[in-house]
């Protein structure tokens, strides 16, 4: 699978992403500090889908209909990150890709995975 780690991802996340054989580009080897709105974009024209921390994409998903190829949006307190990166994994191998175009919650022991298709992108 093909994935862009927001810059505020913790990069466990990528390294256990990478070490399972997916594709990922990270923002803080690329381009560190580039606005959201240009992760977004970036995000939607590679078809890759966000790993973030950040909540604001999911308000430029749902209240600006931002085109999104997904997010995957991670939602771990400090005492339960030891197991953040293989959830994520888990969550790649195992749902693949469905969670293209969907937006994804992720928090220990729990995914919430939406029904309703993000908007595609035009690019």
């Given amino acids: ?18 070490k399972a054989g997916h594709d990922v580009k990270a923002i803080a080897e690329m381009s560190p500090g580039i606005p959201d709105e240009e992760v977004a974009m970036l995000s939607a024209g590679e ?33 339960a990150r030891q197991s953040m990166s293989d959830m994520i994994v888990r969550l790649a191998d195992e749902y693949g890709d469905k969670l293209h175009r969907r937006f994804v919650v992720v928090r220990p022991g729990r995914v919430r995975i939406t029904g309703i298709p993000l908007f595609a992108t035009e690019i």
């Fill in 47 to 79: 078809m890759r889908i966000l790993l973030t921390e950040d909540k604001d994409f999911g308000q430029m998903v749902y209240a600006k209909s931002q085109a999104s190829a997904g997010v995957i949006f991670i939602r771990f307190p400090a005492n």
């Fill in 1 to 18: 699978m093909r994935f862009l780690a927001d810059e505020g991802c913790d990069f466990c996340v990528v390294r256990a992403l990478r």
